[in-house]
């Protein structure tokens, strides 16, 4: 395949480092000093999980009319930088291109094809005017959920840290041949490459897990087994995820876990730096609107109460705000 990498940090780059490795044609969409390092020396790749590195050559550039069409787009932004970023892939969008959003939080996607009462309907926290829906035909999406931790340590260097699971869904849950198709690819790149045709579900799991952890790891400066290892954080989580579960189960996803089976699915990460607090120690803005934000305007569609949602979310908020991040 043709790939195209937007936003070739952590997770993005471990995608298209193990594509390229398996020998499909990657190109990377990156900017400032890690374009410079790509451009000058190659993506530096290390893999704690094979327990392997190694340099390679991309192709990079910071604008995504440099390539032509791709077969597969993979988003890896950050959920704040796609709006602006979507009307500028137009040039790698073909007739069958899949765009693979493998980004945290709800995704700006969630209602197309859905299938329910809001069907088609906009999260307005993710896209108020629409400009997001405008700018890129739902129809070549396939749903991501990513259980893959990986960072960019330093210009043109990422580290792939644990997981190699992926969840892929067609958003309105057919079996399609691209969806078994992406999956073979990536699978034979080495990830644990799933089907779903439930990827909503799939969504909800991972996000209660942002929703829970990331706003503390932020708060706190922990890493993912610290937390785990603190009763008195974990006394919160659990609260988070309770309330997090209730409007889950209202838009039709009741959770098939209690909090304690979603904590044991997180301690699988280890001493995983979780990526809101490598956003706030790399001084970037935080994904609070599409993980915690776009849960907190869903509650109050359904009139649901969320208090700890909400004091979790004022504090991390008022924190970045005094870095100068939101």
């Known amino acids: 395949m043709k790939v195209a990498i937007v936003g070739a940090g952590g997770i993005g780059a471990t995608l298209g480092a193990r594509l390229a490795q398996a020998g499909h044609e990657v190109s990377l969409v990156a900017r400032g000093a890690h374009l410079a390092a790509l451009r000058a020396g190659g993506l530096r790749f290390v893999d704690h999980v094979d327990g392997r590195s190694a340099t390679l050559p991309l192709p990079a550039s910071d604008d995504p009319a440099d390539f032509a069409a791709q077969d597969l787009v993979v988003i890896g932004l950050k959920a704040h930088a796609i709006a602006p970023m979507l009307p500028r892939i137009a040039p790698l969008i073909g007739a069958d291109t899949?765009?693979?959003?493998?980004?945290?939080?709800?995704?700006?996607?969630?209602?197309?094809?859905?299938?329910?009462?809001?069907?088609?309907?906009?999260?307005?926290?993710?896209?108020?005017?629409?400009?997001?829906?405008?700018?890129?035909?739902?129809?070549?999406?396939?749903?991501?959920?990513?259980?893959?931790?990986?960072?960019?340590?330093?210009?043109?260097?990422?580290?792939?840290?644990?997981?190699?699971?992926?969840?892929?869904?067609?958003?309105?849950?057919?079996?399609?041949?691209?969806?078994?198709?992406?999956?073979?690819?990536?699978?034979?790149?080495?990830?644990?490459?799933?089907?779903?045709?439930?990827?909503?579900?799939?969504?909800?799991?991972?996000?209660?897990?942002?929703?829970?952890?990331?706003?503390?790891?932020?708060?706190?400066?922990?890493?993912?087994?610290?937390?785990?290892?603190?009763?008195?954080?974990?006394?919160?989580?659990?609260?988070?995820?309770?309330?997090?579960?209730?409007?889950?189960?209202?838009?039709?996803?009741?959770?098939?876990?209690?909090?304690?089976?979603?904590?044991?699915?997180?301690?699988?990460?280890?001493?995983?730096?979780?990526?809101?607090?490598?956003?706030?120690?790399?001084?970037?803005?935080?994904?609070?609107?599409?993980?915690?934000g776009a849960v907190i305007e869903l509650a109050e569609r359904a009139g649901i109460d969320v208090p700890t949602i909400r004091h979790v979310h004022a504090l991390t908020l008022a924190r970045a705000r005094a870095l100068g991040i939101a």
Request: aromatic residues 6%; proline residues 5%; contains cysteine.
């Open 98 to 292: 899949v765009v693979l959003p493998a980004i945290n939080g709800l995704p700006w996607w969630y209602f197309y094809k859905e299938g329910g009462p809001l069907d088609g309907q906009r999260v307005q926290a993710l896209d108020p005017q629409g400009t997001m829906f405008a700018a890129l035909d739902c129809a070549h999406i396939v749903g991501c959920v990513v259980h893959i931790a990986a960072e960019a340590r330093a210009a043109g260097e990422v580290h792939h840290t644990g997981g190699r699971r992926l969840i892929l869904g067609e958003p309105d849950g057919s079996e399609s041949l691209r969806l078994r198709a992406l999956c073979a690819a990536l699978t034979a790149a080495g990830f644990q490459a799933e089907a779903s045709t439930r990827i909503r579900l799939d969504v909800w799991v991972k996000l209660l897990g942002n929703l829970s952890f990331n706003p503390v790891a932020a708060l706190t400066g922990y890493l993912m087994n610290q937390i785990c290892a603190d009763e008195d954080l974990l006394g919160v989580i659990r609260t988070t995820m309770r309330e997090g579960m209730a409007v889950s189960a209202h838009y039709g996803y009741p959770m098939p876990m209690t909090p304690d089976q979603r904590i044991d699915l997180a301690r699988q990460l280890g001493a995983a730096k979780i990526s809101m607090l490598q956003d706030l120690e790399a001084r970037k803005p935080l994904e609070l609107t599409a993980i915690v």
